[in-house]
């Protein structure tokens, strides 16, 4: 009498594959205007924008001796800020120091 011997069929398992997750992207502060200096002086006479205006409005805020910071915070109450000074640098009516 012949002994048979009966294999049980194994499962192969793979270990398990780690899967890389990458660092999360922490956002960096941009900074879109960079102004040379950081105290306004105005010289010009005139407001240079449509009277009765928004941006009139924004640009009445302009005052000797005030920072730039302090001018950003003041206008983003009328929905100003940055680009209002880019303007009124390009337009002649505000210097920097």
Known sequence: MAT???IKPTKKTSPKKKVSVPAPITKTQRTRHKFEGDTIKVV???IPVRENSRRSEIFS???DGMGVS????AARKLRGGAPD????LDKGYITLS
Do not use: N, R, W, Y
Request: zero cysteines.
């Open 4 to 6: 048979t011997q009966t």
């Open 70 to 73: 302090e001018f950003i915070s």
């Open 85 to 88: 000074v880019q303007i009124a």
């Open 61 to 63: 805020l302009f005052k």
């Open 44 to 46: 010009g006479d005139k």
